[in-house]
């Protein structure tokens, strides 16, 4: 017999997308499931529907509990989950009717302890074809996925290794881990995690989750992307794990990436039209207390650490830097850059 499967779902604001996921729920082909729904003090009729499916459909548990969060929700779940296998999903996406069965059959044969399926962005009002394609099927170390997910992706643009609810877990993973309440990059913050804790990690291209894209949603508000500073807690967090677990390869990709996401938000929250001076010193405080990374990571080309010692002396100075460099005109002010800084990175 399949082994249980418990998907979680934290429910908030979605009335009117959450059928939709439910329902390609419910259809799956692998049935042997444990349907946990988290209404998160939703104010709209969420509730109500989730109530409706419970009575209908023996499968599904219905937590009712006051907002705390997409993290809250998913922990909550967790908590009461009963499930060999664990997978997630947002309450305004939906699944392609085999992707359960097809992330089972991958982790069980391949005996993996997480399995992945690419995805498709979607947008409301659309009707999703899925083509059929050559399934390619890779499988991984839990190292080898670290690099890919920190190295080979560019950072929060291919999203399906660093989110949650494209693949199915085996429950004990989440033992040690919970998402971080209150925080956003909740994902970002804990995916890694899991992945250093697994023994085989296996993935298929098959885009078998839908993803929807919606202007009103959290991870759209120009809140979110501006003073989200809660990325560099989990760019730090990283770091410092990595270092912690001897893996100083890792270490020397993510703190250069921590780095350069400092100087990332630096800079939105500057050309935004919320900056404020006291934002921009804190968080230029802080780059300059991180600065003491630099002197481990010996792998780091010179040309990159002056980019991040220029940023040091001042940020500014970086712009001025890089939009030179890009005409490839001042030479005089590179050679005496350059000479500045070597100076620098010698002390």
Known sequence: MHELITIIVPIYKC????????????????????????????????????????????????????????????????????????????CDDYLHPKMLEVLWQ???????????????????????????????????SNIEALHILFTELPLHEDLAWNVPWNKLYLSKLFNEFRFPKGRVYEDVATIYKLLHKSRKIVKTNKPLYYYLQRDDSVTKSQQHRIFSLD??????????????????????????????????????LRDSDNSNNEALK?????????????????KLPLQKKMDLYIFYIHPQLLV??????????????????????LNLCSR
């Open 15 to 90: 009335e009117k997308y959450i059928r939709k996921c439910i329902d390609s729920i419910v259809n799956q082909t692998y049935k042997n499931l444990e349907i946990i729904l988290v209404n998160d003090g939703s104010p709209d009729k969420c509730g109500e529907i989730c109530d409706h499916y419970s009575k209908i459909d023996k499968r599904f548990k219905v937590i009712h509990k006051e907002n705390g969060g997409i993290s809250d929700a998913r922990n909550t779940g967790l908590n009461a989950a009963r499930g060999k296998y664990i997978s997630f999903a947002d």
């Open 282 to 298: 804190s968080i230029k405080k802080r780059y300059n207390t991180e600065l003491k990374r630099l002197k481990i990571l010996k």
């Open 231 to 268: 990325i560099l807690d989990a760019c730090s967090e990283s770091a410092d794990y990595f270092l912690q677990h001897g893996l100083i390869d890792l270490y020397e990709i993510t703190a250069h990436e921590y780095m350069k996401t400092i100087i990332r938000v630096y800079h939105q």
């Open 320 to 341: 001025i830097w890089d939009n030179r460099r890009k005409r490839k005109s001042f030479k005089s002010f590179l050679r005496s850059m350059k000479r500045r800084l």
């Open 106 to 140: 991958l982790i069980t044969t391949h005996n993996a302890d997480i399995s992945i399926c690419d995805y498709l962005k979607t947008y409301p009002n659309d009707s999703v074809e899925v083509v059929e394609q050559e399934k390619a099927i890779k499988v991984y």
